[in-house]
C-alpha cells in the first residue's frame, strides 16, 4: 500500500451495521489484516463492489458479538472472560446476556481472524455424562440381544424363552451356558452378559427392559422376572428370567400365508 493510499485509508471512516448494531471503524483498521474477511472487503481492489446503503455497510451477524471481533482488529488481541461473556448492544447500552465460547468461536472462523481455534469447539462432557452414556450403551446393547433371541426363539416355535443371570461368577457358570445353548441355540446372543452385567442391568432396570420389549413385540409377550436373594450371602443373588410367547401365535395358516413359497 503505498503512502498516499494508507493516509487516505486512515482517515476514511466506516460505518458498519452488525445485525442490527452500529459500529464506527477506520478503513486502515480492517485493512490492516488483508487475509480476514474484513480486510479483503474494503481492500482497494474491491471498493466498487461495496454497496452501502444510507452510508452504512450492513452485514447479517451476530452484533453483540461482533464486538469481540472489532476489537481484535484494534488491537490484535481478543479479550473475554470465561466465566462471563458480556455484549454492547449500543453506543450506550451494555447488555450482560452471556456468550457462550462456541458462538464466539463461529464468529472468529466466520470473519476469518487468524486466531487458532481448539480442534473441538464444545466443553468435553463430564464424566458423569461420560459414565451414563457409556452405561445407556451397554443397557441398549442388552435390550438388543433379547430382541435377537426371542425372534430367533420364535423361529423355534418356542413358548417359553429361560434365562438365569448370577450376581457373580459361579464354578459351573461356564457348564451351565454351554449346555443351556445345546436345547435353546438362540441363548447366545444373552450368553456375553453373563453373569454379572446382566444381574446388574436386570437389578437396575428390569422392569423397564421388559416394557422395552412389549413396545417391540406387543403386549402380549409375557416377561416375569424374579429375584432370589439370600438372607446369608447376596453374593449367591440371581435373577431367574422367563420370557413367555402364547403356543396359539403359532397359528399354521398364518404362518403359510406369510411364508415365501
Known amino acids: 500500500m503505498s503512502d498516499t493510499t494508507s493516509t487516505a485509508a486512515s482517515r476514511e471512516r466506516i460505518i458498519l451495521n452488525v445485525g442490527g448494531v452500529r459500529y464506527e471503524t477506520y478503513r486502515s483498521t ?17 471498493k466498487e463492489l461495496l454497496c452501502p446503503v444510507n452510508g452504512e455497510h450492513f452485514i447479517d451477524r451476530d452484533g453483540q458479538l461482533f464486538r469481540y471481533i ?27 446476556i452471556p456468550i457462550s465460547r462456541e458462538e464466539l468461536f463461529s464468529e472468529i472462523d466466520y470473519f476469518q481472524l487468524p486466531i487458532p481455534l481448539p480442534i473441538s469447539q464444545s466443553e468435553p462432557p463430564l464424566l458423569s455424562q461420560q459414565a451414563q452414556k457409556a452405561a445407556a450403551s451397554k443397557l441398549d446393547e442388552f435390550i438388543q440381544s433379547f430382541q435377537r433371541s426371542i425372534f430367533e426363539a420364535m423361529q423355534y ?26 436345547v435353546a441355540p438362540f441363548v447366545k446372543y444373552l450368553r456375553p452378559f453373563a453373569p454379572c452385567v446382566g444381574y446388574e442391568l436386570l437389578d437396575r432396570f ?16 409375557d416377561w416375569k422376572l424374579e429375584k432370589h436373594a439370600s438372607h446369608v450371602d447376596k453374593k449367591v443373588d ?20 406369510y411364508s415365501a413359497y
Open 30 to 46: 480492517l485493512i490492516a489484516y488483508p487475509t480476514t474477511l474484513l480486510g479483503a472487503m474494503f481492500a482497494d481492489r474491491n
Open 238 to 257: 440371581y435373577y431367574r428370567l422367563a420370557i413367555n410367547i402364547p403356543d396359539e401365535f403359532y397359528d399354521n395358516s398364518k404362518i403359510l400365508q
Open 206 to 221: 428390569g422392569t423397564e427392559i421388559g416394557k422395552r420389549l412389549k413396545l417391540k413385540f406387543g403386549d402380549d409377550l
Open 157 to 182: 416355535f418356542e413358548t417359553t424363552i429361560p434365562f438365569t443371570f448370577h450376581r457373580i461368577v459361579r464354578e459351573n457358570q461356564e457348564h451351565y451356558w454351554n449346555e443351556h445353548e445345546k
Open 70 to 96: 472489532l476489537q481484535f482488529y484494534r488491537t490484535g488481541k481478543m479479550f473475554w472472560n470465561d466465566a462471563h461473556l458480556t455484549s454492547t448492544l449500543s453506543n450506550d447500552i451494555t447488555s450482560t
